[in-house]
């Protein structure tokens, strides 16, 4: 089946350092990427996604390529802010199905 | 308002008690979903509506009822809850249920069964 599997959290870094969030997929079929996120105490909210591969997703300074050869869509950012503290879900939706398929979410802690 | 909302944002109930949760979706989208996210456990779907019809329930208790009335609004009716059906329980909605279409998530009510 489909499964989605990203790095082990939590994960702490300093304000202004670079963010690398892996997440691999396997899928039956070409399914579109997400990444979510979600602050505390606060529901999902859409990151970036991207619908086909060699697409780049992109918002509020974070970037995800979406790579067919390597199944990859890991999460960038140049420059993390404590702003930034949240978890991150990778998910794959395929075109027929009806369930998005999450990551186990990793813990971002950004410190000042 | 815009977007997905969800009322309320935090209820404690008893065992015994019924409530329901509300979703209201202010996209035009056709599709609605439930989704349970426990502590430590990744997301689970729940039930999905399209043009206000069941099209999906995952192996869901009964005491968990939905209902969707039109396609702007859904509701989850609890009864006779279980302290282990304590959890973040989030809606969303999106354009179509297939197709790929992005799902936006409320922001979720934060339900604890005592």
């Known amino acids: 089946g489909d499964s989605v599997t990203q790095m082990e959290g939590p994960v702490t870094l300093s304000e202004e350092a670079f963010l690398t969030i892996n997440c691999t997929y396997t899928a039956t079929g070409y399914p579109s990427l997400f990444w979510y996120v979600q602050y505390p105490g606060e529901g999902l909210q859409l990151l970036l996604k991207?619908?086909?591969?060699?697409d780049k997703g992109s918002n509020k300074g974070f970037e995800a390529t979406y790579r067919k050869e390597t199944t990859s869509f890991h999460l960038e950012k140049g420059s993390v802010q404590v702003s930034d503290s949240a978890v991150y879900f990778c998910?794959?939706?395929?075109?027929?199905?009806?369930?998005?398929?999450f990551g186990s979410g990793t813990q971002l802690t950004v410190l000042p | 308002e815009t977007g997905v909302t969800q009322t309320p944002r935090h209820l404690v109930m008893g065992m015994t008690n019924k409530k329901s949760l509300k979703c209201e979706q202010h996209?035009?989208?056709?599709?609605m979903y439930w989704y349970k996210q426990s502590a430590k456990k990744p997301l689970e779907l729940m039930f999905v509506?399209?043009?206000?019809?069941?099209?999906e329930n995952n192996s869901v208790p009964s005491r968990f009822s939905p209902e969707c009335p039109n396609s702007s609004h859904l509701f989850l009716h609890l009864h006779t809850l279980q302290p282990e059906d304590s959890a973040l329980y989030l809606c969303a909605s999106s354009q179509q249920v297939a197709g790929g279409d992005t799902q936006y998530f409320g922001p979720g009510t934060r339900l604890t069964v005592l």
């Open positions: 991207a619908t086909k591969a060699d």
């Open positions: 509506y399209s043009l206000e019809e069941r099209v």
């Open positions: 998910a794959l939706l395929i075109g027929s199905a009806r369930q998005l398929t």
């Open positions: 996209l035009g989208h056709n599709a």
